[in-house]
């Protein structure tokens, strides 16, 4: 059965790959991306692909500005009457303005508060049993509420990075409680595969990027995990894991979440 899938970052990267794997699948997927222009040229490419046997619509936002989001949520919802699968792959690693309009840590804002502003305003979108899959990372340490609120802004990148994928894993358990009509999962894709982010800010080719994009895949549509909603799944092992410590604990998940939708009530959101 086809699946509407909307697949944030996809133009290069996981992302990318994930979108060709469910294309091929004959899925429907909503591209997204920063730049119209990038977006209709990976659209062309994909559609011009043997395996493709799928339908692609394309859409443009900078997640980085919540009233982008919050204008692609509206154009999603004017577009389609019905999502199965949204994944929250776009990230960002390190960029030369840590600041962003909102006053936000670009870091937080796309991933970790872009992905939550999207999720809660598709809710009314999802099917029975839709399915959110949350980009995470094997990097994850202890959040700071101020820099998610961009009231302090952490120097270090790696450091900043780790914080924001713990974050997106402790909202996700979150709303696998709040909505247990959907199933919510973090992922951690791989360590260190061959996407940009890696080959810019690492300097090295990584793993084979479809490591990340076939795991990815089958949380989107597979069968057999339905149990492990709002769960963390690690694929550096393979299966579903824990968590940083701090994701486990349910105080501080729920303190996160509350800061996030205050934040959201400050910008008009």
Not at 18 to 42: D, P
Not at 182 to 189: G, I, Q, T
Request: a negative charge; proline letters at 3%; hydrophobic letters at 45%.
């Amino acid at each position: 059965m086809q699946k509407t899938i909307l697949i944030t970052g996809s133009t290069d990267g996981i992302g990318l790959e994930t979108a060709r794997m469910l294309l091929a699948q004959g899925h429907h997927v909503l591209l997204h991306g920063r730049s119209l222009e990038k977006v209709q040229n990976t659209e062309n490419t994909l559609l011009g692909e043997e395996k493709c046997r799928g339908k692609i619509t394309p859409h443009v936002a900078d997640l980085s500005n919540m009233a982008d989001v919050e204008a692609l949520t509206k154009m999603v919802i004017a577009n389609h009457d019905q999502i199965d699968v949204l994944i929250n792959n776009a990230g960002v690693f390190k960029a030369a303005t840590t600041i962003t309009i909102d006053g936000l840590d670009l870091r937080f804002a796309v991933n970790t508060i872009a992905p939550f502003l999207l999720t809660q305003r598709l809710l009314p979108l999802f099917c029975e049993a839709g399915r959110v899959i949350n980009l995470s990372s094997a990097a994850q340490s202890p959040v700071d509420l101020d820099a998610l609120l961009g009231k302090k802004i952490i120097a270090e990148d790696f450091a900043a990075y780790a914080q924001s994928k713990l974050a997106i894993a402790s909202w996700s358990r979150i709303f696998a409680e709040r909505y247990p009509e959907l199933l919510v999962f973090a992922v951690n894709p791989g360590s260190l595969l061959g996407s940009k982010m890696v080959k810019d800010n690492f300097g090295i080719a990584g793993s084979d990027i479809s490591i990340g994009a076939r795991v990815v895949s089958r949380l989107a549509c597979g069968e057999g995990d339905e149990a492990f909603s709002g769960e963390y799944f690690d694929n550096d092992i393979g299966r579903f894991s824990q968590p940083h410590p701090d994701g486990l604990d349910s105080e501080k998940n729920q303190a996160l979440v509350k800061a996030i939708e205050n934040k959201l009530a400050q910008l008009g959101l």
